[in-house]
């Protein structure tokens, strides 16, 4: 990257802060409500940038592995699925099932329920 | 904005002989797709609260209208289940839009309040047994009255779940495999009745004695009514209290109990199972409808797009309960 400093992460993490101290105290409870969704939205971001090409290059492995293809994706795994042409009780189908569910909900909401129980 | 929207209700309750002056009007945290407001009307002699609900009259595919709402309320008022009472209706045509006006009901809705406040704490043992009940009462509604909803059958309905899914040209592998397992399952034997569709903490007004008053009904249908068991069982609406099977606060047991107690039909634990997982994901397709009206350009809302992310965590769900014993 040919980008000075702050970081895009520092920039959403700017504005999340001043959204946090400066703007939601400042807000009707309707609108905080949203003021939320907001701050989680960056979070989000935040975190795809961080670490979202570790959460999806472990997920890419392992779908090389079973489908034993070049040039394997999420996509084309649906569609074996769809098309029954992968053996459904497959423990390896299952396990990647698996790791594919908790690599994208450590970006969308690590404070899921389910993700902290299975993490435990 | 305010001030139409005051002269607007003015006038729909004069035409059922409410007549006074609208004070104190504020809107409500809501759902994603209806605005909720609340008011008081001072007449010579009190002061009332009311609720307005409001739809935008662009309803997504699973929706009814939000007039067909206040006559669905109509009806199961008559067998005595707990909704608020309505007191005017209004069509999309009118100043008022696609919307009704129902009395103001004590308690709370707000799922994180009534889960954390001390004042709901004797409330919650007792819920999940009363909810029980209340599905229990809303599907011995006469459907036959009912002609403004759809009927569909549990695999009609997967169906339509799956090719909404589709529609939206995002696969996901949990998805195809989570279609694949329901088409196989046994959803019940039953006869058609009245399902809520999205009976759960926020669709409910608690108060310190338990359960007041059920209301959006917006995802209502006529089909198996076993689906409004497994969906308040679903993790997702148990708000972080996952240990809690039934909707953050209960036991499957409990619920159960009291379901049995008025039903005529009876139902066990396996079976509910099987509605959580088919709960979970339609959950999960209505989170891809919402985020896709964001997507398409159709609205631009922060909330819509923001819920497009959610979709992940009813797969996190299903993968829990297929493949790890999850409850």
């Known amino acids: 990257m040919i980008f000075d400093k702050p970081t895009s992460v520092d920039l959403l993490a700017a504005i999340n802060h001043f959204l946090d101290t400066k703007i939601k105290s400042e807000v009707p409870p309707h609108l905080a409500f949203k003021l939320r969704i907001v701050e989680n939205v960056l979070n989000i971001v935040i975190r795809e940038i961080e670490k979202g090409d570790e959460l999806s290059n472990e997920v890419i492995n392992l779908l090389q592995s079973l489908m034993e293809s070049d040039t394997p994706s999420v996509e084309t795994l649906a569609l074996l699925i769809k098309e029954e042409k992968i053996d459904l009780e497959d423990q390896d189908l299952k396990d990647l099932l698996v790791t594919l569910s908790k690599n994208k909900i450590a970006v969308d909401n690590p404070n899921y329920s389910t993700f902290k129980k299975l993490i435990k | ?327």
């Open chain 2, 1 to 327: 904005m305010t001030e139409e929207l005051s002269k607007a209700l003015q006038n729909k309750l004069l035409e059922v002989n409410i007549e006074g002056k609208i004070l104190n009007l504020v809107p409500l945290t809501g759902g994603a797709s209806k605005e909720i407001w609340k008011f008081e009307v001072q007449t010579n002699h009190e002061t009332n609260e009311y609720i307005l609900r409001k739809g935008s009259g662009i309803e997504g595919p699973l929706a009814i209208k939000t007039s067909d709402e206040a006559l669905l309320q109509q009806e199961v008022r008559k067998i005595k289940a707990p909704v608020p009472e309505i007191v005017a209706v209004s069509s999309l045509e009118e100043a008022l839009g696609d919307s009704y006006i129902m009395k103001f009901v004590e308690g709370e809705s707000i799922p994180r309040k009534v889960l954390r406040d001390a004042e709901f704490k004797d409330a919650l043992p007792l819920l999940a047994f009363q909810c029980g009940e209340a599905i229990a009462k809303i599907h011995e509604v006469d459907v036959s009255k009912l002609d403004y909803l759809q009927e569909k059958t549990p695999i009609d309905q997967l169906n339509d779940l799956y090719v909404t899914y589709e529609s939206f040209n995002q696969p996901s592998p949990v998805f195809e495999y989570t279609y694949l397992w329901l088409k196989d399952q046994d959803f019940g034997d039953t006869q058609s009745s009245l399902v809520h569709g999205d009976f759960r903490l926020g669709n409910i007004i608690v108060s310190n004695l338990g359960l007041e008053s059920i209301i959006d009904w917006e995802l209502a249908h006529i089909g198996n009514p076993f689906q409004d068991l497994g969906w308040i069982c679903g993790n997702s609406w148990r708000f972080g209290h996952n240990e809690k099977v039934v909707g953050g606060f209960g036991e499957l047991a409990d619920l159960l109990r009291g379901y049995n107690s008025i039903s005529q039909f009876q139902v066990d634990e396996d079976l509910v199972r099987t509605w959580q997982v088919f709960g979970t994901f339609r959950w999960g397709v209505i989170c891809l409808i919402q985020a896709s009206a964001h997507l398409n350009g159709s609205v631009n809302s922060v909330e819509k797009a923001a819920i497009g992310r959610r979709v992940s965590e009813t797969e996190l769900d299903i993968a829990d309960l297929l493949f790890l014993g999850g409850k």
